[in-house]
């Protein structure tokens, strides 16, 4: 079955510098994969999807890389702010014909001022 | 503001009781989606439904219904409730293939 994981650690960088968080597939070759980003108590916010055949897809200060071979998305945030603290979750297209995305357990991101 | 509103937004249930969770879109997006997140667990797709007058199981669908009656609401009822249907409920939509998820702010459902 479609498996995606994230690192469960919370990841805990200082001001300024860049987070960059991780997310593996197995089993399953996505059409595209999205990322998405939640505070507590809130509902998830849409921040990037990538498909396939890009590489790189950037957004502000946000990046998103997509390599098929080593099946995994890389999530950068350059320029990083106490802002930018939350759960960030990535999900890819389960496929068929419900159109719908499976998520991973998401990785915490603390920016310390 | 257009988006996708819960309610409630937290209720405790008493075990065996009947409850439905509301969702409302007034974006006109044809997919709508029930995802419940549970610590560790993640985002669990329950029923879902690609347009109006349709709609489909997802991961975990036992315990739980849907209907949808109209592309802008999208209830979801639990039968009979039991504790292990504690968590947080989320309903989203999504304009196309292109798109992501809008969710909306999420339900606290206590089963005791």
């Known amino acids: 079955s479609q498996k995606i994981e994230q690192n469960s650690e919370a990841l805990n960088i200082q001001e300024g510098k860049t987070a960059t968080l991780t997310c593996n597939y197995t089993n399953y070759s996505p059409a595209y994969l999205q990322w998405y980003r939640q505070d507590p108590g809130r509902g998830p916010v849409f921040l990037l999807l990538i498909r396939e055949n890009e590489k790189e897809k950037r957004k502000e200060r946000l990046k998103v890389t997509f390599d098929t071979t080593l099946k995994q998305s890389l999530f950068h945030i350059t320029a990083s702010q106490p802002a930018d603290s939350a759960t960030y979750l990535c999900a890819q297209w389960g496929g068929g014909a419900t159109n719908k995305l499976i998520f991973g357990t998401g990785t915490l991101l603390a920016v310390q001022p | ?112």
């Open chain 2, 1 to 112: 503001i257009a988006g996708i509103t819960q309610a409630p937004t937290s209720q405790i249930l008493a075990a065996g009781r009947r409850m439905t969770l509301r969702c409302t879109q007034d974006m006109r997006h044809n997919a709508m989606y029930w995802y419940r997140q549970d610590l560790g667990l993640g985002l669990r797709l329950i029923h879902y439904s690609n347009t109006a007058g349709t709609t489909g199981k997802g991961e975990v669908p036992d315990g739980y219904s849907v209907s949808r009656a109209n592309t802008d609401d999208f209830p979801l009822t639990l039968a009979s409730a039991v504790p292990s249907q504690t968590s947080v409920y989320f309903c989203a939509s999504r304009q196309g293939a292109n798109y992501g998820y809008t969710f909306g702010s999420g339900t606290r459902l206590t089963v005791v």
